[in-house]
């Protein structure tokens, strides 16, 4: 399994994992996926197994603490200077599920944005996700502002140790 920043020619098969994880409410759309990827490729990781996409995790830079619906999909709100990397979506196809596919993916994502010298990585996620997420070091913040897709959301954060002459 390689984890690798998104290419032009994946969009098609990140749309398709998207489809397949989500419902159609919460999926991103396959033009926004493509916007994502044009936008942000640097934020964007891909699991690739023998040319195809087993699963993905995306966001783009932010200096808001919390997750904001309009984020999902506007990408120019990209800040690449901003404080926090935010998780938009963590994707791994139901079938590879259970190999620690999501896992490489959020330590890829994680230590990216750690070695820029972020203040931390944001995120929302169902109840039932919140656990998963706290192993890797995120405190829930309680439940979002977020209406995206009709669902329950809650804040995540996961805040870094300052680090002498980084930014945060």
């Given amino acids: 399994m390689q984890i690798r920043t998104i290419r032009p020619q994946d969009v098609s098969q990140a749309a398709a994992v998207e489809a397949a994880c989500f419902p159609a409410a919460e999926a991103a759309s396959p033009a926004a996926i493509a916007a994502r990827a044009a936008a942000f490729p640097g ?20 200096d808001s603490p919390v997750i904001q619906d309009e984020m999902y999909e506007d990408p120019s709100l990209h800040n690449p200077a901003g ?19 999501a896992r490489q993916l959020l330590c890829t994502l994680i230590d990216a944005a750690r070695s820029q010298g972020r203040a931390g990585v944001i995120l929302t996620c169902k109840e039932h996700m919140i656990p998963f997420y706290e192993k890797f070091g995120f405190c829930s913040q309680g439940l979002s502002q977020s209406v995206h897709g009709g669902a329950a959301w809650y804040d995540m954060l996961l805040t870094f140790a300052r680090q002498p002459g980084k930014q945060g």
């Fill in 83 to 101: 404080r926090y990397q935010a998780v938009f979506g963590l994707d791994v196809l139901p079938a590879w599920q259970g190999r620690g596919i």
């Fill in 43 to 62: 934020h964007f990781w891909v699991a690739e197994e023998k040319g195809e996409i087993r699963g993905f995790v995306n966001g783009f830079v932010t």
